[in-house]
Structure formats: structure tokens, C-alpha cells
């Protein structure tokens, strides 16, 4: 998967995820907070600026993007609203909707479970659309 | 009809960038009663004044029309120049054709459309411009300081010193504010009682000062020069006359034993007797009592102090006193407090004694403090071996539901002043500084910070802390990330200090909606121009002075307080001051008494008078409002809300607005 257009694609993340990379002033309360920080390669503080540089192929190919556990701790705790977690997650959808699968059939879920779609996908949808 | 001159100016490339200037002169020389036009590099130069000046000679102009910068900026300068001339100041109309043209548009043609319109309009308003003659108002020769922390004592002392009478409203029990509390002042390290504490009895004994503490102010009424406060002096309880401070009525009050009233000077740290002073050194050293934990106040049993005290000076029966007095300036220093820390459970501060603030470390670190000064853990009254301070606890955050998005400012420097200060005490102890940036500008200030790292070795790592969580065998173990070595640190600590932002003082927000001076969204005092004008007001009449104005340490508020003082000085030296001539006026023909002006004026300048009036013949007495022309200050408030258009506000009349709308549209 690539981008061409850098500023396409972090107006996409922004526009899924809504939040802000650019507010980002790396306090590094995320990475403090992440349980998952040793099996990150690229580190929680590091999200925002990887998206600002249009890398999110690297991002997407390291182990961090599927190492997040949609805690949210980090979410919840970000003092500039810019919540990693939520730039990690926008990442993979946007990783999912170029590989075409975009829409999840509820009844679907049993079957895709024993296949090998990203767990992380399907905490976050079901945090996100609890409602 | 007028004989109207326009100049237009380029501001260097600030207008003349955006706008096509040659273009404009051109487009308005044919508007009617325009006589001359012109236009300048800088209009508001000496050159660009003999401009103007000769102009208005050669062309016998009767107004002008500036096209320049906002009139806030320079409508002065203009009338100024057009009295110099001869002409009355009142004729000049400013069209703002760079803050509200130049300067937010892009497309030079559009830009210069508008600059054109905007230029149309105030020719249209000159057309109808009559002269105005300003009033003269007398000025009350007493200056009001609200606050009575450094800010206000310092402002207080140098207006005295001046000459000029001063009081200061204090509402808790003593004067010396936040600073009182502290322990040592950084970047010299003297303490904060040392070189505060002679300043407060300057104060008390400084003929010049009158103390209000215990006392709120309760009501703001007038005008610059001429204020009327209400100041509500609380029921001491206390005779002031006959207490002579010897103490006996603190230490023989049951509740100072038994009680649990938390002392606010300790910051709840210990517990305080229901008639209290808040410190040793308190000014005045007159207690007071706390009349909703009072025993006798609330079962009318016990009576311990009334009958203990060696001067009878404990009066149950004081009431609250309202007394009303006339100033001809206002400071406001009510200075500021931390921010509540309930939204920052990750940090566990309510869950754990030995989390703690910045503000009550000072206090654990004061000889004077609930702990004589001995460092010790809340928990168990054991000395701390490692401490973690935390920076930026609720500052520089986005989400307005936790903290505040400004930088406190201060923090930084008193946590190396901590961290020195321990390590000076007690050279066993570990320090660790979670900091996100280290901002020390000022005098001296980034080599303390430095002398921390270098002499004292403190540990400073980048990164927040994620989470302190409270252990079994009763330390804190900190999780946190340092960001430069790209590792997660887990940390054990005796104790966390928390470096919480600080916000303006809550109450500072009913007084400031008293006085009528604008605040901002995080309720600091707005300046009058952030540069050029930073410690007054909008508000005429109102000076700033401290951290009501906005975050700033001990020798920044100290000079702030400095310059509020000269302002009000200079004030004050005046006899008169000229009165606004652009006030509300009533054509009686039209008034019909209804009442509706003097209920939307802010400034209580409307009254009603029955006059005789012959309408057609028919003789009969009418009711109609009145304007006291010293309160009026011309907001112009009556004036949109009369239904009859009765009220009329001179230099802004509805003829004249209406003119200018219908330039606008044409």
C-alpha cells in the first residue's frame, strides 16, 4: 500500500480519527502509559509525528501499530487531545479500507473471529460504536 | 455643508501591501463634501501630522477622514493633530482600513473595494459630525488596592509613598497572600517571611494605608475619578482596639485540640482552633472566629476565648459593617490559586497523603509549617528517601475540563528551588524531575535550574508521568517514560509533589464583572493593550497589577506592581479629568417614560423627571428620562434599546449610524 498524496492522507487519518496530530507537544504521557511499550517499536509519542511526515506506511509495517491494545489509556490521558490511540487506530482502518474491506456484517463477526482480522480492529470498533 | 480632507495611509506595507492606496484616493475625491484627498507613508508621523495640518489651513477643511490602523490605535493622535490646527477633535472620523481590511484579506482587489466602502462610510458620518465639547469631572484623591498578596502591598506602599492615600481590601483574616506561605523565594534562595513580612508592617503602620481585611468589596458604582465602593468589613468577632494580639484566646479554644477544621494557611495540612490567626506573623495581629465551626455560634455553649481573654476583647455580638467610599482609582491584585486536581486521578493525589502540591511542600518545608520545617511524609512521619516531582500537572493542556492551556510560568523554576532546598537539607534524598520542557528565562534563572542538574545532581528526565499508583508497603510507584533514552522507567517513591497549574483567584471573576473590566477565558485580567498599555484595564480607571493579569513570579509582579502605582499616581495628580462628549441624550418630544433606557444602562446614569410640556396647545405634564452626563460613558446601550428613538447618543447618532450603513449599501 502506498500514498501519494501526504496531504490527502493525514487529512484522511484527522477526518477518521478526529483528532489532531499537529497539536501534539510530545509530553510523552502516552508512552508513560502504554502497557504495551516495550513491544513497540515505534513508540506512542511517535505516532503524531510519523503521520505529520506521511509515514504511515513504516507505521503501519512496524509491530506498534498491532501491538496497541485499544487501552485508550492514552486517550484518556493525553493533555493535547491528540490521543495516539485514536491516530494508531485511524491508521489501520485506513490500512483495511485500501485492502477493501470497509463495512463489518455484525453476523459476520463469529466467522471473520477465527480468521486473522486484527483483534485490535474490533475492540476499537465496538468501544467507538457502543452506542 | 462640510469641507472634508481624506488621507489615506500606507502604513509602510501594512495597508499599503493589500490595498491599491493610490486607488482609494482616487475613488473617494468626488463623495460628497470631500475637498481634498490624499494619501502618505505614514500618516501618524511628524511629516504625515504637517499633512494634515496644512491641509486643513489650505483647504479651510471643516472634517477629516483618516484612513489608517483601528482608532484604538491612533484616533488620539489624529484629534490631536486636527486641535492643533484649530479644528474641533470631534470632526475626525477614523476608517480602519488595516485591522479590519488590510491586514485579514488576501486579494488586493477585493481588499481595495472594501478599503473604499469602509473610507465611504466615515465620509458619510463626517457629513452629519457637528463639534463636541468635552466636560471636566473632579477626581477623588484615594486609590482602592483589592488584594492584599505582594501585589497589592507593594502597589499600595509605592502609590502612599507618593502621597496619595491608599486602602486595601483583604479578604482572609491577614494580608501577605500566597507569598506567606512559601518557604524560600527562588533565584536567591531568601526567604519569603524575611523580605515579605517588614513590607506588611509598612503597610499597617504607613499613614498613608488603611487595612480592610476580613473584608469584601460588595459594590462598584461610578466612574474613573469618582468610584463608590461598598466594602463589606466581616464580623470579626474581635474588638480591634481592644485586642492586643497576645494569643491566649488560640491555644485555650477547645477546637484547636479536638477540632478538625483544616487550616487554609496549612492547606489542610493541619488542623486550626475555630478562633484563629492564620500565621504567627498575621497583620493585623487580630484573631478572628470562625463563626460556622464556633461552638458558642453554633449550640451557644462554651465561650472559652470570651472568658479567657486577659482585654475582653471577644465580642459575639459584631455584625457585618458595610462602609461606602468614594476612590478615584482601582487596583486589582486578587492574585491567583492552584487548580483543583479531581480530574487527575492517574495521579492519585486524593487516594494518597504522600502525593502532594508544589504549594504544600512549601509549607512542609517552612520553619513555621505544620511540620517545623522537618520534610516528613503524611502517611507515617517518616523523612522521604525518593522524591518525584511531576511538572505541568494540568498546564499546557488542551482539554479545558482538566487544566489550562497556559504555561504556569512559575513551576519550573520553585521545583529546582525545591529539589536544591532538600538536597541542601538532606543530601541522602534521590530527586527525580519529570519534566516535558525546562522554561527558565529570566535573570539568572536557567543557571539555577543548571546548579540543580550540575551541583545538586538532580535527576531531570523528559517524559510526563503516566500514573503514580499507591503500593501495599506504602510507597508510590511512578510509571513513566523517558522519552530521550526510549525506555519505560518504573520508579518507586517515598513521595510525589505535584507542580499543579496555577489559576486566577476564583473570586476574581464577581469583581471584575463589578467593575466592568473584561477578563479573558481563563479569567485573568484583560490588558488594555497587551503591549503598549499591560497594566490597565480597558476600563478607565482600573489597573492590574500581579497574577490576576496572568501568570508571573515574585519580581515580575513586583515590577508589574510598580507600574500600576505610577498609573494610579498619575491619575490621581490630575485636579480634572476631561469627560467623554459622546454621551446619550434625551429629545423629550419623543420620550415617553417607558422606562426601558435606565433598565439597560450598566452605569446608573439615567434618571426620570416630570416636565411640563405644551404639545399642540394642550399643556400637560410628561414623564422623561434624564442622562447624568458624569455617569453616562456612552456604550450606547439606551440608544438601541429606546423604542420611541428618543435616546440619542451625540457623536454616534442614530442619523448618523444609519448614513453610514446606507454608504456602505450603496
Known sequence: MSFTNVENQVELIKEISGSDPYKCMKCGKCSASCPSYNEMDIKPHQFASYIIRGDVDELLSSKSAWKCLSCFACIERCPRDVQPGKLVDAARQLAERQRGGDHLQADEIPELLAEDLPQQLLVSAFRRYRR | MQRIGVFVCHCGTNIAATVDVKKVVEMVRYEQGVVFADDYMYMCSEAGQEKIIEAIKEYKLTGLVICSCSPRMHEKTFRACAEKAGLNPYMVEVANIREQCSWIHKDKEEATKKAVILARAAIAKVNLNTPLKEGESPVTKRALVIGGGIAGIQTALDIADAGYEVDIVEKEPSIGGRMSQFDKTFPTLDCASCILTPKMVEVNQHPNITLYTYSEVEKVSGYVGNFDVGIRKKARSVDFDKCTGCGECMTKCPLGKIGHIPSEFDRGLKNRPAIYMPFAQAVPAVPVIDRENCTYFKTGKCGVCAKICPSKAVDYEQQDEIVTVKYGAIVVATGFDIINLDKFGEYAYNESPDVITSIELERLMNAAGPTGGHLERMSDHKQPKDIVFIQCVGSRCDNEEKGKPYCSKVCCMYTAKHAMLIKDHWPDTNITVFYIDVRTPGKNFDEFYRRAVEQYHVNYIKGQVGKVMPQPDGSLLVQAADLLDGKQIKMKADMVV?????????????????????????????????????????????????????????????????????????????????????????????????????????????????????????????????????????????????????????????????????????
Open chain 2, 498 to 666: 505535584l507542580a499543579a497549574a496555577i489559576e486566577p483567584n476564583p473570586g476574581v471573576r464577581k469583581i471584575a464583572t463589578m467593575l466592568t473590566a473584561s477578563i479573558d477565558n481563563n479569567n485573568f485580567l484583560t490588558e488594555a493593550h497587551a503591549k503598549l498599555r499591560p497594566v490597565e484595564s480597558p476600563t478607565a480607571g482600573i489597573f492590574l497589577s500581579g497574577m490576576a493579569q496572568g501568570p508571573k513570579d515574585i519580581p515580575e509582579t513586583v515590577s508589574q506592581a510598580g507600574a500600576a502605582a505610577v498609573k494610579v499616581v498619575g491619575l490621581l495628580a490630575k485636579d480634572k479629568l476631561k469627560t467623554n462628549p459622546c454621551t446619550a441624550q434625551c429629545d423629550t418630544l419623543l420620550c415617553n417614560g417607558c422606562s426601558t433606557c435606565a433598565n439597560v444602562c450598566p452605569y446608573g446614569a439615567i434618571t426620570y423627571e416630570d416636565i411640563q410640556v405644551n404639545d399642540h396647545g394642550l399643556r400637560e405634564t410628561r414623564r422623561v428620562a434624564q442622562v447624568n452626563l458624569a455617569l453616562c460613558q456612552g456604550c450606547g446601550a439606551c440608544t438601541s434599546a429606546c423604542p420611541s428613538g428618543a435616546m440619542d447618543l451625540q457623536g454616534f447618532s442614530n442619523r448618523q449610524i444609519t448614513t453610514e450603513v446606507d454608504a456602505i449599501c450603496r
